[in-house]
């Protein structure tokens, strides 16, 4: 079974340009998280699909980042413009729901950095 | 508002010794909690769970324990391995925002050979 898949896995822009991340989650979960990692800082929660709907974005930082999962498979999430402080590695994990929902699979990652 | 603490940030001990992580959190309303580990360049792979209604969860070499009472939980390693060299995450998730997982800053082991 494929794991959770991120893309790119490192990524390297301007202050002001824009980044499109992407998470294919495992084929069935429903659930689906992003979640980030900045500098010395602890994983931070930004937001969580149940298929293409949007349960909980409360973590997301401000309206520079757009999260979509249409269809509810694959999922993005933009950043426009970038900041220096948008610097980080973006993980995206999924589960199941039900009773497969305290069971996450996290993807490796994509290591963002912003010049 | 939770905020999840580990101690030490990291640890180097010889390979073969027990050892011991600590992680403790402040509200106690938790639904679970969970261990991970991170290699680098990996993702997170998760370790054990526990629920709230836990006290303890073991898997081979590793032992994790939970009180919540206290705002503690432990991760124990049995005879310590070069391959046990990670960074180990603890996180819970609580009862009054099932959407997200609050994870702790992490503690960087190494095993020396």
């Known amino acids: 079974e494929a794991g959770v898949t991120q893309f790119p896995s490192h990524s390297v822009i301007e202050k002001g340009q824009t980044v499109t991340l992407r998470c294919d989650p495992i084929?069935?979960?429903?659930?689906l998280y992003w979640y980030r990692r900045v500098m010395g800082k602890e994983i931070k929660f930004l937001l969580h699909?149940?298929?293409?709907?949007?349960?909980?974005e409360s973590g997301m930082p401000n309206n520079r980042f757009l999260a979509e999962r249409t269809g509810g498979t694959y999922s993005t999430l933009k950043v426009q413009p970038a900041e220096l402080e948008d610097s980080g590695v973006y993980f995206c994990?999924?589960?199941?729901?039900?009773?497969?929902?305290?069971?996450?699979?996290f993807g490796a990652g994509s290591r963002l950095t912003v010049l | 508002k939770q905020e999840v603490t580990q101690i030490p940030a990291a640890l180097s001990v010889p390979e073969g010794e027990n050892l011991v992580l600590n992680c403790s959190f402040t509200?106690?309303?938790?639904?679970?909690l969970q261990w991970f580990r991170q290699d680098p360049g990996k993702g997170l792979t998760s370790l054990l769970l526990?629920?709230?209604?836990?006290r303890e969860q073991t898997s081979g070499r590793l032992n994790a324990s939970l009180d919540k009472s206290s705002g503690r939980s432990t991760l124990y390693i049995a005879a310590s391995q070069p391959g046990d060299s990670a960074t180990y995450l603890c996180?819970?998730?609580?009862?009054?925002?099932?959407?997200?997982?609050?994870f702790g800053s992490g503690t960087r082991l190494s095993i020396r050979p």
């Open positions: 526990i629920q709230s209604s836990q």
């Open positions: 699909f149940v298929k293409e709907s949007k349960q909980d």
């Open positions: 996180a819970v998730r609580q009862y009054s925002s099932a959407s997200k997982i609050i």
């Open positions: 994990a999924s589960s199941q729901v039900g009773s497969g929902a305290n069971v996450l699979t």
């Open positions: 084929s069935g979960h429903d659930n």
């Open positions: 509200d106690s309303a938790i639904y679970n």
